[in-house]
């Protein structure tokens, strides 16, 4: 019954910007640290951003540092992923995943029980 449903991606021109939501249900939201994750085409799944149960600590991969902030309302169950500055490398599907596991840093994709679907992000050149 765990449902984490993205929205938000669509095609934008590089420079521009997108903020990606993901709505969490079924689950102990407040308990779970999130993490956002992406892949490009021929490319393996790679780590983006996680963030903290109350949201006071995050993670960001070196490649979106200072353009993708990670934020979460726990009130609406909700996680998002500010992306400013992107570029046509952030092209990919990104996902949303969740972890009640505890003591972690959230890096990796194995350290998540629950996965979205995904929502595309295509960035023109």
């Known amino acids: 019954q765990v449902q984490l449903v993205e929205s938000g991606g669509g095609l934008v021109q590089a420079g521009g910007s997108l903020r990606l939501s993901c709505a969490a249900s079924g689950l102990t939201f407040s308990n779970c640290a999130m993490g956002w994750f992406r892949q490009a085409p021929g490319k393996e799944r790679e780590f983006v951003s996680s963030?903290?149960?109350?949201?006071?600590?995050?993670f960001y991969a070196d490649s979106v540092k200072g353009r993708f902030t990670i934020s979460r309302d726990n009130a609406k169950n909700t996680v998002y992923l500010q992306m400013n500055s992107l570029k046509p490398e952030d092209t990919a599907v990104y996902f949303c995943?969740?972890?009640?596991?505890?003591?972690?840093?959230?890096?990796?994709?194995?350290?998540?029980?629950?996965w979205g679907q995904g929502t595309q992000v295509t960035v023109s050149s």
């Open positions: 963030i903290s149960r109350r949201g006071g600590t995050t």
């Open positions: 995943a969740a972890t009640s596991r505890l003591g972690t840093l959230f890096l990796s994709g194995a350290e998540y029980n629950y």
